[in-house]
């Protein structure tokens, strides 16, 4: 399965960055700088949890 990876929106644009592709199931996250380390597959509840908290916290402009 070939997967497309995007950063985050919440990344700050340098090399530092989570990449995150859609899954069947969830979500697959991993590091910029490591791709060929593989990915964290994370299911669809716990992948909303997350981005319901991320954008909770997110500073308002």
Known sequence: MLLEF??????????????????????AIRD????????LPVGAGEWATFARLV???APRS
Do not use: I, Q
Not at 6 to 26: F, H, I, M, Q, W
Not at 32 to 39: A, M, N
């Open 32 to 39: 910029s700088k490591y791709p060929e380390l593989g990915f």
């Open 6 to 27: 995007r950063k985050s929106s919440y990344s700050t644009g340098g090399d530092n960055c989570v990449e995150v592709a859609d899954l069947p199931t969830g979500a």
């Open 55 to 57: 954008a909770a916290e």
